[in-house]
């Protein structure tokens, strides 16, 4: 990837400054470093704030706010980019001035993705059903086991349970109650916390696999642009670049630490991908500071490698933006029954998809 160039700029050759950009490189590893652990540890961190739980409304709208910031990233940042390498002049006219590569690795990227996050949520899904069948209660046991703690937990100790029927793995209970009270409310209450674990365990799968995907497709990016940040010398490209990539980090940080919270990992695993996520553009930045000496993004090979690359993440990041993180929020029931929720999510969403894009003309 160290073969000359041919698109240098006259603007960016009268910016050059190799010690103003050396001192740059550093605050942009400081700030990108900083933005994204802030962004992915807060839901983390701050789950058991009532005003960061994932059922409250400020979280649903901050996480359609990042989820419109990473939809325009992967638009308006990521695939121009993968266009533009993908075209460049530098390039043999055949064939890469002869198809839209980037439109269709970003395609096919988009379509991996589904195949990969099926499969994943296929493989999660069996591995619980196989759980909950390796530590099920037998029927014989539950009498002595279920029985006494629902008498328990409902106050019916004095009265006593009457009767236990097993019915397609629900527990339908039958009692006597000296005050005349009638035993329906005990099986719709059953029934109910059947269907919402069934919920839960649905939405789990989900998001265990959305943060791994999306996880993937940003830190393929991050990789990208911290080498180029890295191993540019001018300051006029360096400056727009820190304030976008720690404004882009914290809030992909942010929706990537919110899938990871939901999903309910392990401390070891959260704290594991949330380390990995906030550590790997600082250090592509430091890569790219070690390679500049002769390293030129601009090289042929270099332009294939970044195009393709670019390609792969718009494609991932637009495909999890609008099935895992959008239509999965703005689809879900709990949205749908609340208007002002929806009103205050479509906002942020459209917001943070303007503001991003909107960086575009300096970065």
């Known amino acids: 990837m160290s073969t000359s160039g041919c698109s240098e700029s006259p603007e960016l050759e009268a910016c050059w400054d190799e010690t103003t950009a050396f001192i740059l490189k550093f605050v942009a590893i400081a700030c990108i470093l900083l933005a994204g652990f802030i962004g992915v540890a807060v839901p983390l961190v701050g789950k058991s704030w009532r005003i960061l739980r994932s059922d409250s409304g400020f979280f649903s709208a901050t996480k359609a706010f990042a989820a419109g910031v990473i939809l325009s990233t992967g638009f308006v940042h990521i695939l121009p980019d993968a266009t533009s390498a993908l075209s460049d002049p530098c390039l043999p006219k055949?064939?890469?001035?002869?198809?839209?590569?980037?439109?269709?690795?970003?395609?096919?990227?988009?379509?991996?993705?589904?195949?990969?996050?099926?499969?994943?949520?296929?493989?999660?899904?069996?591995?619980?059903?196989?759980?909950?069948?390796?530590?099920?209660?037998?029927?014989?046991?539950?009498?002595?086991?279920?029985?006494?703690?629902?008498?328990?937990?409902?106050?019916?100790?004095?009265?006593?349970?009457?009767?236990?029927?097993?019915?397609?793995?629900?527990?339908?209970?039958?009692?006597?109650?000296?005050?005349?009270?009638?035993?329906?409310?005990?099986?719709?209450?059953?029934?109910?916390?059947?269907?919402?674990?069934?919920?839960?365990?649905?939405?789990?799968?989900?998001?265990?696999?959305?943060?791994?995907?999306?996880?993937l497709g940003i830190v393929s990016h991050s990789i990208i642009i911290g080498l180029s940040l890295g191993v540019s010398q001018s300051p006029c490209t360096i400056r727009p670049l820190l304030g976008a990539l720690s404004f882009h980090q914290f809030f992909e940080g942010f929706a990537l630490g919110g899938c990871i919270s939901q999903a309910k990992f392990g401390i070891l695993r959260s704290i594991l991908m949330a380390g990995f996520f906030a550590v790997t553009a600082p250090i592509s930045v430091g890569i790219g500071i070690g390679v500049s000496s002769f390293y030129d993004h601009d090289s042929p090979r270099a332009l294939i490698v970044e195009g393709i690359l670019d390609s792969i993440s718009a494609g991932i990041l637009i495909y999890m933006a609008l099935v895992d993180l959008i239509a999965a929020e703005f689809l879900s029931k709990k949205m749908k029954s609340n208007f002002g929720n929806q009103m205050v999510s479509f906002i942020a969403l459209f917001l943070g998809a303007g503001l991003m894009a909107s960086l575009a003309i300096w970065a």
């Open 94 to 215: 055949f064939p890469w001035s002869s198809f839209p590569f980037s439109g269709f690795i970003a395609m096919m990227a988009a379509l991996f993705t589904l195949l990969a996050d099926f499969i994943t949520t296929q493989y999660y899904e069996g591995k619980q059903e196989k759980q909950i069948e390796t530590s099920g209660i037998e029927v014989g046991d539950l009498d002595s086991a279920v029985v006494p703690l629902v008498a328990k937990e409902d106050g019916l100790e004095e009265n006593g349970i009457h009767n236990v029927v097993m019915d397609g793995g629900d527990v339908h209970r039958t009692h006597i109650r000296e005050n005349g009270q009638t035993h329906e409310h005990l099986e719709s209450r059953s029934h109910k916390h059947a269907f919402e674990d069934d919920d839960d365990t649905d939405s789990v799968v989900r998001y265990a696999v959305a943060s791994q995907v999306l996880e």
